[in-house]
């Protein structure tokens, strides 16, 4: 199912119970030294999920290191993405070339409380969600949490900037289950030209879930060289 969120291009992995007994490339465990136990072991899960996803573009043996703000260090001529939650978690890869950028999201079905719906979204954004026809019972505000997450690690690792959440704005259409995000202020530098993403979310009784791929021909700016 969650592959189905992605163009066909994309691998989508999920771990299973048996992944959580996986070790880590060397690299990658002195890397989570530093992180709490918890952390460690959402860290290594994350980590197992990418390791099958890039075996299946032929990378073996790559230690995934994180980078600037968290974000994964993917191989050269690599994207990817990475997302755990309770009782969930996966990575998404692909070559880059047709596809520019992805970002992943899972969040547990849960409604967000009003003070935090009016935190992540702008007034315009809260009232075309009113307008929407009858919400899930987790509400739109978890499915907008989830989207604006997929979004920015999405777009962080292309343009090195942060988004709050305020600076973009989305809309949903949920006979698709599907949604737009577009950059709302105009300091926040474009992700190769694009200031308009596309995506697709899933709701089960456990999860709300993500996903936006930016691709080149969504882009007007040729990769950085
Ligand atoms: C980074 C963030 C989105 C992570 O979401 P989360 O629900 O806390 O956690 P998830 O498990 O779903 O995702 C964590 C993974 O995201 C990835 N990630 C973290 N920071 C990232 C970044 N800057 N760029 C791309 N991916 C990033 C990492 O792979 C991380 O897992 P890892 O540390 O084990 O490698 C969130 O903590 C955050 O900072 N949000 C504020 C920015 C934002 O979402 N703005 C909305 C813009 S409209």
């Known amino acids: 199912m969650i592959a189905s969120l992605f163009p066909e291009d994309v691998i989508v992995v999920r771990a299973t119970p048996e992944m959580e007994r996986e070790p880590l490339h060397p690299a990658e465990r002195a890397w989570a030294e530093r992180l709490g136990e918890n952390r460690r072991r959402e860290f290594a899960l994350g980590r197992a999920c990418a390791r099958r996803a890039l075996a299946r573009l032929g990378i073996e043996g790559f230690a995934l290191l994180s ?36 970002g992943l999201d899972a969040e547990p079905a849960r409604p967000l409380s009003a003070p935090l719906v009016e935190r992540i979204t702008a007034e315009p954004e809260r009232a075309r ?14 499915v907008l949490f989830t989207a604006k997450e997929s979004l920015y690690k999405c777009y962080f690792p292309i343009t090195g900037a942060f988004l709050g959440f305020r600076d973009a704005e989305i809309d949903l259409d949920p006979e698709a289950a599907r949604f737009t995000a577009r950059l709302c202020r105009d300091e926040k530098p474009s992700a190769r030209g694009a200031r308009t993403f596309h995506g697709r979310y899933h709701i089960d009784e456990a999860l709300v879930i993500s996903a936006v791929a930016l691709t080149a021909a969504e882009c007007s700016e040729p990769p950085a060289t």
């Open 129 to 142: 969600l009113g307008a929407l026809p009858a919400a899930p019972a987790v509400g739109w505000g978890t």
């Open 67 to 102: 980078g600037e703000n968290r974000a994964p260090r993917w191989p050269p001529g690599v994207v990817g993405t990475l997302t755990h939650c309770r009782g969930f978690c996966a990575a998404a890869v692909a070559r880059c070339g047709a596809l520019v950028g992805l």
